[in-house]
Nanobody, 114 residues
Framework: VQLQASGGGLVQAGGSLRLSCAAS????????MGWYRQAPGKQREFVAS???????NYADSVQGRFTISRDNAKNTLYLQMNSLKPDDTGVYYC?????????WGQGTQVTVSS
């Protein structure tokens, strides 16, 4: 499967962005999908994940500001990001944990200016 992330950009602090991750084929709703990010000079870190039948998981740093969702009919994962902060700057990657392995999207740049 191929994952295509999009929706990044430059936004001022306090603004919002919505990221999308389109899958090249149907991914069952029971498969965990998530978002990760990597800031310059730092390791990639977990942001949020979702799977059917369970509450979404969020990193403490984004809890209450970000919302992860998925549209299974469109094979698309989303990340709604509100109240953005400069610390949210980084490349955002989507991921699917399939039985055949973990698949990553190519990343989309998010830059939050102060």
């Amino acid at each position: 499967v191929q994952l295509q992330a999009s929706g990044g950009g430059l936004v001022q602090a306090g603004g919002s962005l919505r990221l999308s991750c389109a899958a090249s084929r149907t991914i069952h709703s029971s498969v965990v999908m998530g978002w990760y990010r990597q800031a310059p000079g730092k390791q990639r870190e977990f942001v949020a994940s979702i799977r059917s039948g369970r509450d979404p998981n969020y990193a403490d740093s984004v809890q209450g500001r970000f919302t992860i969702s998925r549209d299974n009919a469109k094979n698309t994962l989303y990340l709604q990001m509100n109240s953005l902060k400069p610390d949210d700057t980084g490349v955002y990657y989507c991921k699917a944990d399939l039985p055949s392995g973990n698949y990553w999207g190519q990343g989309t740049q998010v830059t939050v200016s102060s």
